[in-house]
T-cell receptor, first 113, second 111 residues
């Protein structure tokens, strides 16, 4: 049973471009969470999704960031018009049920030049 | 999620037990105590969780104080691969919300 898969592992974008980060949850998991970790800082919750629904987006910046988890396919975190401050590691986690432990992927490291 | 307090860092020797403390004096009756760890350049990894009773699994043991205001993660025989940041997190029983990570404890293992 493959773990949570995130791709790409590393992503380089110039300021103003769009970044699309993909997350395939573990098989049978319908809950997906996105976190951001800035250099030398802790993990910050961004958004929690279930299939086709955003449950909690209290940690998402108000502009430029969006997330989806369609009925088919991976969850996508999209960052439009990236800025240098968006450079960070973005982690996705999944779980099968409410209050189950989260399983994390190894992240996408975004560098904005 | 309620707040937890952990030491910034701890150091231990290889093959010795490690006791990682966590204070959570404002814990509510429905909060589970979760522990995760993050190895360098990797995503966090679930370690263990419990509510009131002590818990054991293949990775670690979790000792929970009787008043639940503190807990201790026990690694029975630390190896170099256990060097990581360990996070103690409270999560409500009914909550499906995301975990709130603090700064954690940076565990250093000396060979």
């Amino acid at each position: 049973n493959a773990g949570v898969m995130q791709n790409p592992r590393h992503l380089v974008r110039r300021r103003g471009q769009e970044a699309r980060l993909r997350c395939s949850p573990m098989k049978g998991h319908s809950h997906v969470y996105w976190y951001r970790q800035l250099p030398e800082e802790g993990l910050k919750f961004m958004v929690y999704l279930q299939k086709e629904n955003i449950i909690d987006e209290s940690g998402m910046p108000k502009e430029r960031f969006s997330a989806e988890f369609p009925k088919e396919g991976p969850s996508i975190l999209r960052i439009q018009q990236v800025v240098r401050g968006d450079s960070a590691a973005y982690f996705c986690a999944s779980s099968p049920l409410d209050n189950s432990p989260l399983h994390f992927g190894n992240g996408t490291r975004l560098t904005v030049t | 999620d309620a707040k937890t307090t952990q030491p910034n860092s701890m150091e231990s020797n290889e093959e010795e037990p490690v006791h990682l403390p966590c204070n959570h004096s404002t814990i509510s009756g429905t909060d589970y105590i979760h522990w995760y760890r993050q190895l360098p350049s990797q995503g966090p990894e679930y370690v263990i969780h419990g509510l009131t009773s002590n818990v054991n699994n293949r990775m670690a043991s979790l000792a929970i104080a009787e008043d639940r205001k503190s807990s201790t993660l026990i690694l029975h025989r630390a190896t170099l691969r256990d060097a990581a940041v360990y996070y103690c997190i409270l999560r409500d029983l009914g909550g499906a919300d995301g975990l709130t990570f603090g700064k954690g404890t940076h565990l250093i293992i000396q060979p």
